[in-house]
């Protein structure tokens, strides 16, 4: 059973029925949707169709929105305008028509205020950049350090800056209300810098009593000064390597991979590495070798997934995409030492069952997997978060939980009827188990459930025969 689970972006290369099913064959566990481009529409037709795809396979896929949370972006131009190192360009908050005033547009009110005279300024995560000259009240003249064709609407990132934007605007709002509407399991909270963003969407979803679950995405300098804030308020953490690295030096960015995926470990919470891991497969039916050597590394660094981009949303070749990050996934597991639990902190009774669960196959040999009973899947979280040598098999009756766990390192979900009595559970979690794996009849495993005693439930593990 491969650990490490895949998220695959959804886009006009991959959206029909077909395809979907093709890519979910293919190895795919979470379907993302990136709300930077695409109609509500047009979303929720692909959001059907996985719904449907749901409904017919045993595997359950789950649903990602990904907000596209603020931006700078320059204004509109009638044509492009092709920079040489050297030139000056003056953007301009009150830019108007370009062909008239000669400044460019930009789309932020307060960039003035942002941008420093010295300072840096990245075009589309540092295809252009251009060095602050000067500024007054309203306009910003620059020189084009690193040149190019500049289009409409391109993002601009000011590197090491903390900007005064809007954490979630209103256009964030809308998509995060229609993903509500549509059930969606995940939303991936663009460019984070502080938990009170975090707050401020969980208090939104508690209103409205949803159990949709918060991904921060790390794309920002300032989130870097906030990793543990932010990872103890979301769900999880999103390592989205493209603005990090025109946030960022470059070179800091694998440094800063390794150390967010710590800091998720730290809070026992779910990481995903993003960006450009199979970036030359949008056009070529085979990976670089760094490639392969990238998704390897972020596995061995213990990732709970790795995710496609640009690779299945556009590319040429969406299932290869998949199969290949799949089979690198497959063989770098190999190499990893499954005798080394995670040393994490334990901080409460149920973390310490938790990692107790995770540790017993290592004792106990004849031990072939971790059976957890859950309804909100905290319990499969933790017991995932240690990293067992052995599959984690829980069993939830919440249909939501169950597309969530496919996100969780090591963790397959079922979904069976829960019992007033706990041991009735176990026997129909066995069952259902047993009718798809007859195979492991007899086989022992480590369970993780709460147990009926007099009239408390307490947490228990136990080794039990499949039977």
């Given at each position: 059973m491969q650990k490490t689970k895949i998220v695959a972006t959804i886009g006009p290369a991959s959206c029909e029925y077909d395809q979907l099913k093709a890519l979910a064959e293919a190895g795919v566990d979470v379907f993302r949707l990136n709300f930077?481009?695409?109609?509500?529409?047009?979303?929720?037709?692909?959001?059907?169709?996985?719904?449907?795809?749901?409904?017919?396979?045993?595997?359950?896929?789950?649903?990602?929105?990904?907000?596209?949370?603020?931006?700078?972006?320059?204004?509109?131009?009638?044509?492009?305008?092709?920079?040489?190192?050297?030139d000056e360009l003056t953007l301009s908050i009150r830019a108007g028509d370009?062909?008239?005033?000669?400044?460019?547009?930009?789309?932020?009110?307060?960039?003035?205020?942002?941008?420093?005279?010295?300072?840096?300024?990245?075009?589309?995560?540092?295809?252009?950049?251009?060095?602050?000259?000067?500024?007054?009240?309203?306009?910003?003249?620059?020189?084009?350090?690193?040149?190019?064709?500049?289009?409409?609407?391109?993002?601009?990132?000011?590197?090491?800056?903390?900007?005064?934007?809007?954490?979630i605007t209103k256009k964030d709002w809308e998509d995060i209300s229609f993903g509500m509407e549509m059930g969606v399991d995940f939303i991936a909270l663009s460019f984070v810098r502080h938990a009170a963003e975090i707050f401020t969407l969980k208090e939104h979803f508690k209103t409205h009593k949803s159990k949709i679950q918060i991904i921060a995405k790390i794309e920002s300098y300032e989130a870097t000064n906030h990793l543990g804030t932010i990872a103890e308020a979301s769900d999880g953490m999103m390592v989205a390597r493209g603005d990090l690295g025109a946030e960022l030096p470059m070179a800091e960015v694998p440094t800063w991979q390794l150390e967010i995926i710590k800091t998720a470990a730290q809070y026992k919470k779910p990481v995903i590495v993003a960006t450009h891991m199979l970036e030359s497969m949008?056009?070529?039916?085979?990976?670089?070798?760094?490639?392969?050597?990238?998704?390897?590394?972020?596995?061995?660094?213990?990732?709970?997934?790795?995710?496609?981009?640009?690779?299945?949303?556009?590319?040429?070749?969406?299932?290869?995409?998949?199969?290949?990050?799949?089979?690198?996934?497959?063989?770098?597991?190999?190499?990893?030492?499954?005798?080394?639990?995670?040393?994490?902190?334990?901080?409460?009774?149920?973390?310490?069952?938790?990692?107790?669960?995770?540790?017993?196959?290592?004792?106990?040999?004849?031990?072939?997997?971790?059976?957890?009973?859950?309804?909100?899947?905290?319990?499969?979280?933790?017991?995932?978060?240690?990293?067992?040598?052995?599959?984690?098999?829980?069993?939830t009756n919440e249909t939501t939980t169950r597309r969530q766990l496919q996100l969780i390192w090591g963790v397959r979900g079922f979904l069976i009827d829960f019992s007033s009595v706990p041991e009735k559970t176990i026997q129909r979690a066995e069952a259902a188990f047993l009718e798809q794996h007859p195979e492991w009849k007899g086989r022992k495993y480590v369970l993780v459930s709460d147990f009926l005693v007099e009239d408390k439930f307490i947490p228990t593990v136990q080794v039990r025969t499949m039977h």
């Open positions: 930077s481009h695409g109609t509500h529409e047009w979303h929720g037709e692909v959001i059907k169709r996985i719904k449907r795809l749901n409904k017919e396979r045993r595997e359950k896929c789950a649903i990602l929105l990904d907000t596209k949370g603020p931006e700078i972006r320059s204004g509109d131009l009638r044509v492009p305008i092709e920079l040489d190192e050297g370009y062909d008239k005033t000669g400044k460019i547009g930009v789309n932020y009110d307060a960039f003035v205020d942002d941008v420093e005279v010295g300072g840096a300024i990245l075009v589309d995560s540092g295809v252009m950049k251009w060095e602050v000259v000067s500024k007054t009240d309203t306009d910003v003249v620059c020189k084009v350090l690193d040149g190019g064709e500049l289009t409409s609407r391109r993002h601009l990132n000011l590197p090491g800056k903390d900007v005064s934007l809007d954490p949008i056009e070529h039916p085979v990976p670089t070798r760094a490639e392969v050597s990238d998704i390897s590394t972020a596995v061995w660094q213990s990732t709970d997934a790795v995710m496609l981009s640009g690779e299945t949303a556009g590319g040429e070749y969406p299932v290869r995409s998949v199969q290949m990050m799949s089979e690198i996934v497959s063989v770098a597991e190999k190499a990893v030492n499954h005798d080394d639990i995670r040393e994490l902190a334990v901080g409460h009774e149920r973390e310490a069952f938790a990692l107790t669960a995770a540790t017993m196959p290592l004792d106990l040999p004849e031990v072939e997997a971790i059976v957890v009973i859950t309804r909100s899947g905290q319990t499969a979280r933790l017991v995932s978060s240690f990293r067992p040598s052995v599959p984690i098999f829980a069993f």
